[in-house]
């Protein structure tokens, strides 16, 4: 069982910077693919960012340039570093987990989930 926490979520001027983390429990985080999904208010979810168990990532591309997803395995942490947000990022995002640890792009190949945490882009 993995619990997933994120935070780092905010209000920020579009043009700004949030970096969000996810802090997961468990002793086997560095086997574990994660991703970085949204969901905006009407929208259905969708993939922000993945990174593999090895370190592959994928972007979506809407994207792709701007945000940037890591991973601390001593920490037990996933990051994802947005700049030169845009008013369209707006949504919850969430992190997610799954002990498959190659590359995964589909949230129904993901096990665990967290909360969330609010980004908001004012123009």
């Known amino acids: 069982q993995v619990q997933l926490v994120e935070s780092g979520g905010g209000l920020v001027q579009a043009g700004g910077s949030l970096r969000l983390s996810c802090a997961a429990s468990g002793r086997t985080f560095s086997r574990y693919a994660m991703g970085w999904f949204r969901q905006a208010p009407g929208k259905e979810r969708e993939l922000v960012a993945a990174i593999s168990s090895g370190g592959d990532t994928y972007y979506a591309d809407s994207v792709k340039g701007r945000f940037t997803i890591s991973r601390d395995n001593a920490k037990n942490t996933l990051y994802l570093q947005t700049i030169r947000l845009k008013p369209e990022d707006t949504a919850v995002y969430y992190c997610?987990?799954?002990?498959?640890?190659?590359?995964?792009?589909?949230?129904?190949?993901?096990?665990?989930w967290g909360q969330g945490t609010q980004v908001t882009i004012s123009s």
């Open positions: 997610a987990a799954s002990p498959r640890g190659w590359l995964l792009v589909a949230g129904n190949e993901y096990d665990y």
